[in-house]
């Protein structure tokens, strides 16, 4: 199973938008309605920011959004702030009972 | 609160054993379907395997990087889980996460136990 594809960086100034994707195939990505996005800071656990494409977890502020087209997810974050600079991951259920992650993209705040 | 708190990571020479462990507490341990994930140093996330609730037959999947080295177990009475790693190859060497695997996401996962193997 390949790692989902995401670009390596991204970055923008506190108050902009940044939109990261995620590129799978139709047997994950584009074949289930089960991606999820992680956010890590550095030496820390990942914490989860949206599951099933669009959902927030209570306490996740309305700023992160999700969206999924074909086979490539995307985690918008708008408004960006100096707290939102990390590494953030997608993932996705690859049938048969298992799961592939994204490669990873580091959030810079400029 | 959820937490989940692993141990048992250390420094193993290629084709030792060892293993770590996930204390649970805050939730109803017995009902959750849990999953490892690793991370090997400067890189991404993997999904190393998970193992089902007694309810839907206690059975365990694995990555295929993994997969006849691993094995993942859980004691519902102490409201731990496993994971034996036998053989291991010096790039299994990780942070290893448990993680409440929920409908198909991973919330929350444990703070990660670090597995260093090299001779």
């Known amino acids: 199973q390949s790692a989902l594809t995401q670009p390596p960086s991204a970055s923008g100034s506190p108050g902009q938008s940044v939109t990261i994707s995620c590129t799978g195939t139709?047997?994950?990505?584009?074949?289930?309605?089960?991606v999820s996005w992680y956010q890590q800071h550095p030496g820390k656990a990942p914490k989860l920011m949206i599951y099933?494409?669009?959902k927030r977890p209570s306490g996740v502020p309305d700023r992160f959004s999700g969206s999924k087209s074909g086979n490539t997810a995307s985690l918008t974050v708008s408004g960006l702030q100096a707290g939102d600079e990390a590494d953030y991951y997608c993932?996705?259920?690859?049938?048969?009972?298992?799961?592939?992650f994204g490669t990873g993209t580091k959030v810079t705040v400029l | 609160e959820v937490q989940l708190v692993e141990s048992g990571g250390g420094l193993v020479k290629p084709g030792g054993s060892l293993r770590l462990s996930c204390a649970a507490s805050?939730?109803?341990?017995?009902?959750?379907?849990m999953s490892w994930v690793r991370q090997a140093p400067g890189k991404g996330l993997e999904w190393v395997g998970h193992?089902?609730?007694?309810?839907?037959?206690?059975?365990?999947d694995y990555a295929a990087p993994v997969k006849g080295r691993f094995t993942i177990s859980r004691d519902d009475s102490e409201n731990t889980l496993y994971l034996q790693m036998n053989s291991l190859k010096t790039e299994d060497t990780a942070v290893y996460y448990c993680?409440?695997?929920?409908?198909?996401?991973?919330?929350?996962w444990g703070q990660g136990t670090l597995v260093t193997v090299s001779s």
């Open positions: 099933e494409v669009t």
């Open positions: 993932s996705s259920y690859a049938g048969s009972t298992s799961y592939v």
């Open positions: 139709s047997s994950d990505v584009g074949g289930y309605n089960y």
């Open positions: 193992i089902r609730s007694k309810a839907y037959g206690g059975t365990t």
């Open positions: 805050g939730f109803t341990f017995s009902d959750a379907w």
């Open positions: 993680s409440w695997e929920y409908n198909n996401w991973f919330d929350p």
